[in-house]
């Protein structure tokens, strides 16, 4: 478990002071909702909600129905714990979003940063993001898949999802370092767009199905504390 624990927080740089971003639905993304409405097209979030109804549908949990009684301070710190570690990882990762979409809204580099180093801050998001997803599927993932049909169906095609725009974003990245292409923000933004939706949602999802009411309705205080984080 520790050793997992330690996997995490050097493959996503958590030496860094954290500052919450709890903004579920930035602006661009209630732009790029409206758009994709009037035009009649599916979102990524439309698709995923509707991959969840279907596995909620599916799998309903008995113990789910029951009325559980309040817990305590101390059993909530335990049935909490894998939210709150995985909110400090995933806010690791909207700070770096957050770091390069003001650039391609602004269309201007932050100024303490060469193109050079704005282009490996990028790789380096899309680097770190993915050993996180790894550790999740690897470790995880298998483990909370045996009682929560969440990380079995909605939580799986989010990273899919996720991965495929990662991948073109990573392709320009390469390709504007090595001179294949010339970078622009405009360009950087349009394919930011593309995952940028699904991503924030798999942010906030995940944390709240590790949230202690829910994990409460799987799992025994004695099952979270063996967790694998």
Known sequence: MRYLARRCRTALCTATT??????????????SRRASSRAGAPTA???????????????????????????????????????DHMDLFHNNFRQSWNLLWQACCNNKRPRNLTL????????????HLTVHHNIE????????????????????AQHKLIHAGMDRMADYLRG???GEYEFELSGLKARMETWGDVLWT????????????????????EEMVRMPM
């Not at 798999?202 to 205080?221: I, Q, S």
């Open 176 to 178: 504007c370092k090595t």
């Open 137 to 156: 599927e690897q470790h995880i993932f298998p483990v909370l898949a045996k009682k929560m049909p969440e990380f079995r169906g909605d939580l799986q």
């Open 202 to 221: 798999h942010l906030d999802d995940e944390v709240r199905t590790l949230g202690a009411e829910n994990m409460r309705k799987y799992w025994t205080k």
């Open 116 to 127: 050079k180093q704005f282009l490996d801050e990028g790789l380096r998001f899309i680097q």
């Open 45 to 83: 979030q439309s698709l995923i909600h509707k991959m969840s109804a279907n596995d909620s549908k599916a799998a309903a949990s008995p113990a789910a129905e029951e009325k559980l009684p309040p817990l305590s301070d101390h059993d909530f710190r335990i049935y909490n714990n894998m939210a």
């Open 18 to 31: 954290l500052t919450p971003l709890r903004n579920p639905t930035p602006a661009y993304l209630l732009a």
